[in-house]
């Protein structure tokens, strides 16, 4: 069955129009999804019977289903749903002092194959609808709820790659940034992609608020090829084009993501083909710790190197962070918690 979730504010009321009912009644059901926060479809008490039982005929409200749920010990919570398929995916709640922000998945399974990922140890199945993703981020804030909280963030940073499920992520998104829906301010959402050159050119067009992150990990194309292949497609100066012109359509700050991968890609010489890549643009890069993946046999640096890279990199005029890591005392690393479940099976 479709989920409620799938249609946006705008979809929604043309739903209602084509029913024969008022738009208004659109505005209701989307009120008592997003304020309200029902989860059964006879909670809408202001809607007739009848009314209800059409909506149950066709939908659902969440496809979502619990499957398991670890607490690390910052708070860092990770869930594991099964989708009505049974595919099973994972969404991660982290704890910032500045919010709480959701990291979503957008694909089960992912076709990108970047060499150190553990999402990429299966291949894709399909895509997820938008209403999959809207329903990961409801099912956490109904758990903040009780605590009178709410998600502030979000990350598209979960298995798969957004890009190559542009569609139902751009729909997904403007469900939770709507005023009328969670509200999330865009420029507290983010899209991370590894470099999807088309969609990061259709994407500069959409001038949306959203921040948009890019997977680098490699300062050259030899080693890029070998982490990540849709470097083949996408050579690093095709893909330094389509952010430039991303950057002059838009005037936001981009972001790269590097993980650092040790004695792969960590040594001076790679801060200095960075800094040369980055050159002066709006920028910066967010150097991540690597999660190991037991499978793929790469290794993370411990903090006083990654400091030593962080510093290089500062002194050749980059900015940069290294990214605070979560829930290291759970099965954090993109996509762990589900191939260990896959694995079970
Ligand atoms: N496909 C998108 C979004 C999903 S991955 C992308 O490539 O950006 C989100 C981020 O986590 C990416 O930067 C990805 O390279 C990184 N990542 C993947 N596996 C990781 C691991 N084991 N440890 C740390 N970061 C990882």
């Known amino acids: ?51 209800r039982d059409r909506l149950k005929a066709e939908f659902v409200i969440s496809p979502l289903q619990l499957r398991d749920k670890q607490v690390a010990k910052d708070g860092t919570t990770k869930f594991l749903f099964a989708l009505e398929d049974g595919a099973l995916i994972e969404s991660v709640l982290m704890l910032f002092d500045y919010g709480k922000s959701v990291c979503v998945t957008s694909q089960v399974g992912c076709n990108m194959g970047c060499a150190f990922c553990a999402s990429g140890l299966t291949k894709k199945q399909r895509n997820l609808t938008s209403g999959e993703m809207v329903a990961q981020v409801l099912y956490i804030q109904r758990e903040l709820d009780q605590q009178g909280d709410r998600v502030s963030h979000i990350v598209v940073m979960g298995t798969g790659e957004p890009f190559d499920n542009y569609e139902e992520v751009m729909n997904f998104l403007a469900t939770v940034n709507h005023d009328r829906g969670l509200g999330i301010g865009a420029r507290h959402i983010t899209i991370s992609t590894c470099g999807i050159v088309p969609r990061i050119l259709e994407f500069s067009k959409e001038h949306t608020q959203y921040n948009l992150a890019v997977s680098l990990h490699a300062p050259n194309d030899e080693l890029r090829n070998r982490l990540m292949p849709i470097n083949h497609a996408y050579p690093l100066a095709e893909l330094m084009e389509a952010l430039d012109q991303y950057g002059s ?20 010489v790679h801060a200095k083909q960075l800094a040369k890549l980055i050159g002066k643009r709006n920028a910066y890069i967010n150097l991540i710790p690597y999660n190991a993946v037991d499978e793929n046999g790469f290794q993370g640096v411990d903090h006083a190197s990654a400091m030593v ?15 605070k890591e979560h829930g290291g005392d759970i099965d954090a690393a993109c996509g762990q918690l589900r191939v260990k479940h896959l694995q079970k099976r």
């Open 1 to 51: 069955m479709k989920s409620l979730y799938d249609m946006n504010y705008d979809q929604m009321q043309e739903f209602a129009l084509e029913q024969g009912w008022k738009k208004f009644r659109g505005h209701q059901i989307f009120q008592w999804l997003y304020r309200n926060r029902v989860t059964d479809i006879d909670e809408m008490s202001n809607l007739s019977k009848e009314t």
């Open 249 to 268: 359509e838009n005037n936001r700050r981009l972001t790269f993501e590097y993980i650092l991968l040790k004695g792969i890609n960590d040594q001076p």
């Open 309 to 323: 890279f962080y510093d290089q990199l500062m002194k050749l005029g980059v900015r940069c962070t290294i990214r």
